[in-house]
């Protein structure tokens, strides 16, 4: 019965934030068998902290710290079949660029961008961009604030020229 | 131009986005929570788990054995430590079972989850693995008695062949296990190495600004030490 409500609770309150899953496994995955992989694993080993959760630090703080362990210490890389991976994705990026707008092509070229960085400097880069404090995605990594602070001021700076690359290429 | 401003603004539209995505309803969080976890300390749990039952496999057998050689004394003393060994091991197993859960539920940052999990593969998962292989070379110890058994004569002929032949038997199921876990601890140390290098990066920004200051201060004072001799000068 209290297992039940538990569960509930944890139901409602993923449900109300899922967006932090979607886009920590958009920013870590490329094809789509990885991503649903990752959301999968993500959701579990959320309901497996979940008792952990005290409420000291805001819901959205413990997702995200918990999504980004997930994504970046937890996940098996698989690669099956990356040449036959790639064939797929090539087959289907193709008719996918002809139709997308200016904003989708941003989006992606966005996605891009960061998935040329290393694994840690993407979760960092997810959090300022979903306008995360220094405090917060210090407590999230690990590390100072001031460092975050330094971080941020060159990633910033790295992921403007990688979008440039990725415009011009 | 692309300012970060406009990086923003695709963000924000790339989150809106997401937001329309209901993917992750009750139905699938009921799914996801009962599934197996896929994750490099699933794999290792059940390494580890495969180790445990081989060494339980191993104490069965040799303690099945015990009983026909009871009249074998060398041979008896060997089934006798080898248990005792095998006992153990087999303890140390459950408690990095136990460990490696522990660690999983902490609640960590990323750093810190890093270097426990690090930590745990170097230390306590690589001495699980040669667990394992030893586990595995004992079972043809084990399968020997038991063939053996049925006149309790099991003898050793040529001992330092016999040990040659398990040493490597262990060496080689130790790399092969070894190997295969291997691209975990390289995927971890990748993470690690990225944060520490954040870490540097602060230490080397602090290093060149308390240089910055030093330089500032030491020109300071000599553009004011230069100021007060000429002052001087003048004056008299």
Redesign the interface.
């Known amino acids: 019965m209290k297992n039940n409500s538990l569960e509930n609770i944890f139901i409602e309150n993923i449900t109300k934030h899922q967006g932090i899953i979607h886009k920590v496994c958009n920013i870590y995955c490329t094809n789509h068998e990885n991503k649903t992989d990752l959301m999968q694993e993500i959701t579990l080993q959320l309901w497996k902290s979940y008792p952990g959760f005290q409420g000291k630090s805001k819901f959205s703080t413990w997702m995200y710290r918990i999504a980004l362990n997930t994504a970046i210490s937890n996940v098996r890389k698989t690669n099956k079949m990356p040449l036959m991976e790639a064939l797929f994705e090539s087959q289907i990026e193709i008719p996918e660029k002809e139709n997308l707008s200016e904003d989708d092509e941003d989006v992606n070229r966005l996605y891009k961008a960061i998935g040329k960085l290393k694994v840690v400097d993407k979760g960092i880069i997810l959090l300022y961009l979903e306008d995360k404090s220094y405090k917060e995605i210090a407590e999230i990594i690990g590390i100072s604030e001031k460092n975050v602070a330094v971080k941020m001021h060159r990633l910033k700076k790295k992921l403007e020229q990688l979008i440039l690359s990725e415009r011009a290429s | 131009m ?3 401003k406009s ?2 603004n ?2 924000e ?3 809106s ?3 329309d ?6 139905t ?3 799914k ?2 009962t ?1 197996d ?5 699933a ?1 290792m749990l059940i390494n580890i788990r495969a180790g445990m039952f081989l060494l339980a496999l191993d104490i069965v057998l040799f303690a099945y054995n015990a009983f026909f050689y009871t009249a074998n004394i060398p041979v008896f003393t060997a089934i006798f430590l080898s248990l005792l060994l095998l006992i153990v091991l087999l303890v140390y197993l459950i408690i990095q079972t136990r460990k490696l859960t522990a660690i ?11 270097v426990c ?1 690090i930590e745990f593969f170097k230390t306590s998962y690589t001495m699980s693995l040669r667990a394992t292989a030893f586990a595995t070379a004992f079972i043809a110890f084990a399968a020997n008695l038991t063939q053996q058994n049925a006149n309790g004569e099991f003898n050793i002929s040529n001992i330092p062949l016999l040990i040659t032949i398990y040493v490597l038997f262990y060496v080689f199921f130790n790399s092969l296990y070894k190997l295969s876990s291997s ?2 601890l390289k ?2 140390t ?2 690690l190495s ?2 520490e ?3 540097l ?2 230490m080397e ?2 290093m060149a600004k308390n240089r910055k200051t030093r330089i500032f201060i030491g020109l300071s004072m000599s553009v004011m030490l230069l100021a007060g001799i000429v002052m001087y000068f003048i004056a008299s």
């Open positions: 692309n300012s970060f990086i923003k695709t963000w539209k790339a989150s986005e997401i937001s995505d209901k993917t992750v309803d009750s699938y969080i009921k996801a929570i599934t976890s896929k994750s490099i300390s794999s999983e539920l902490r609640n960590m940052s990323l750093f810190e989850t890093l999990k691209i975990y995927q971890l990748n993470a990225n944060l290098q954040n870490i990066d602060e920004h602090e």
